[in-house]
């Protein structure tokens, strides 16, 4: 696919320039999240495009290591050059009326040997819910990337926009797409919020733009790739299962930072201590605050404190207060031992250590909270009035070191080097409008009863099941505090997949946080296991 087919997406949008077919009035009031009669026949009218500007594409060239050379670090491989688009999808009901305008940044090599038809695309996005696809793109995978500063923080401006050695567009196209609401993403007119803003919602309206993009493009026989993080694993389980049922298939997933049962996130479950001691370990030992196990590898400290948390802390915690003092007693030591906090506290807290608790703790002496995101990073703590026990965002050092940075270079990629301008403010994050009215209601697939605080491995399970050929990559930071990486482990396994299913499941821990690729030796690592993730398709 060249330049030309690109370009063709994008002509600016006045708005629907022809009024699709009527529907009842209980669709169209489904569908625009209205009432029926009056108010129905009133939004059938409104729902039109959101105006937006016409596609831009731009010819750019990459130098870097790639491939062979960053297998045996022989060489590079010749520069190659690419073909990079901004603008919009629109994406329909079934009987064509607009739901929204979805934007997306996609990159397509030039010069690709064999059948353009043939190269895989990979589908990339963050989470949130209400998270553009920013730090995927220019912190993570894309072509062009900020160069990181280690566990530090990066800036100011003028920050260092480089080539990024380890992108994945040398193994695949890639087309990072914002959910509606983010970023450049805007719902018709007339479309309420809840129509995306949802566990199903959200993927079904994904799941639309997937088609509306394999249409557009011509890229239908391409083998087909979804990369999500965060929220976006969510998403890729039950987007999954939705193109499964919709007759498109794919050839793999790559799941960054996973959560797919949500239940352990409700205050007071037992499983969500569980899931982070390891963590806490690991960020504890980075430190120098945990002396466990010295002289024994990171990775046999996680594989130990993890055991240590389902054979030991588990059982204990479903005691409660029948839970003997000595047996507590003996517990909190060894906890203490393994994450760094005093044996006083855990008892006191009945060997419950609280997510904002372990942050504040950890190196209260020396007057700094660590990072949620990524536990390696840490600020100095804001007085009594001022620190807040919600981990918001902009309360975490490591999401506040780095997303000024991204955000900087993404706007230079897309309107210096792309030529791309769009005169709406463009939202990297939503949460705060987007989160609270997030519809977490979901019914997992084969599943009978409905619930608040899904758990999507169900639906993972389902694609898995009816296409024996997906394949499945779940990676994840050693120091993320937001999605634990024993989680991930313990949600895969109660998806009860067969041997001949479990071979298509691969896993990869690294020395990083939640978003894996601001350590520059893990996102090496990250992009020579996903290449070879990529090859054992081909």
């Not at 401006?157 to 914002?178: E, G, K, R, W, Y």
């Not at 009945?350 to 504040?360: G, I, M, N, Q």
Request: hydrophobic share 35%.
């Amino acid at each position: 696919m060249g330049s030309e087919g690109l370009r063709s997406w994008g002509e600016a949008s006045p708005g629907e320039p022809d009024e699709p077919r009527r529907a009842t009035a209980r669709a169209e009031a489904d569908a625009a999240g209205t009432d029926g009669g009056q108010g129905s026949r009133r939004a059938e009218k409104e729902r039109r495009f959101a105006p937006h500007p016409k596609a831009a594409s731009a010819h750019l060239t990459w130098h870097g290591a790639t491939g062979a050379a960053r297998r045996d670090g022989e060489g590079t491989e010749p520069s190659f050059g690419y073909v990079a688009t901004a603008g919009h999808v629109d994406i329909r009901e079934d009987d064509g009326k607009p739901i929204g305008s979805m934007f997306c940044l996609t990159y397509v090599r030039d010069g690709f040997e064999g059948d353009p038809a043939a190269r895989p695309v990979t589908f990339a996005f963050n989470g949130g819910p209400g998270s553009a696809s920013v730090p995927v793109n220019v912190g993570g995978i894309g072509p062009r990337i900020v160069a990181p500063n280690g566990d530090r923080r990066i800036g100011p401006a003028p920050f260092d926009i480089v080539d990024n050695p380890d992108t994945l567009l040398a193994d695949s196209d890639l087309v990072f797409v914002d959910a509606l609401g983010t970023g450049w993403s805007e719902l018709a007119e007339g479309v309420k919020g809840k129509r995306a803003w949802g566990v199903d919602a959200d993927a079904e309206c994904f799941a639309r733009f997937v088609e509306a993009w394999l249409e557009l493009t011509g890229r239908y026989n391409s083998p087909l790739y979804l990369f999500g993080e965060s929220y976006g694993t969510t998403r890729c389980a039950v987007l999954a299962r939705i193109l499964e049922q919709r007759g498109v298939a794919l050839s793999g997933i790559v799941m960054l930072s996973s959560i797919f049962d949500w239940a352990p996130t409700n205050p007071g479950n037992d499983a969500n201590y569980v899931e982070l001691l390891p963590t806490y370990a690991a960020i504890a030992r980075y430190h120098g605050r945990s002396h466990a196990l010295a002289g024994r590898s990171d990775d046999e400290l996680f594989e130990e404190a993890s055991r240590f948390a389902e054979e030991r802390l588990a059982p204990a915690l479903l005691r409660g207060d029948r839970l003997d003092a000595a047996t507590e007693a003996e517990l909190a030591g060894r906890m203490g031992e393994l994450i760094g906090l005093p044996a006083e506290l855990l008892r006191d807290r009945h060997l419950r250590v609280e997510l904002t608790d372990f942050r504040s703790e950890l190196l209260r002496d020396e007057g700094l909270v660590c990072g949620r995101l990524d536990g390696r990073f840490a600020f100095e703590r804001g007085n009594f009035l001022q620190t807040s026990r919600e981990g918001r965002p902009e309360e975490d050092p490591s999401d506040s070191a780095l997303n000024a940075a991204w955000t900087h270079a993404w706007h230079q990629v897309v309107s210096g080097e792309i030529g791309y301008r769009n005169p709406r403010p463009y939202l990297v994050s939503n949460y705060d409008r987007i989160g609270p009215k997030w519809d977490f209601t979901h019914t997992g697939a084969g599943v009978l009863w409905e619930s608040t605080s899904p758990n999507v491995a169900y639906d993972l399970a389902f694609a898995m099941r009816h296409n024996p050929l997906l394949r499945v990559l779940f990676v994840g930071g050693r120091y993320d505090l937001a999605t634990p990486f024993l989680g991930t482990v313990e949600d895969v396994s109660r998806m009860y997949l067969g041997d001949r299913i479990k071979g298509n499941i691969g896993w990869r821990l690294y020395d990083s946080g939640h978003m894996v690729y601001e350590n520059p030796e893990a996102r090496a690592r990250m992009a020579r296991d996903v290449e070879e993730f990529f090859s054992l398709g081909r």
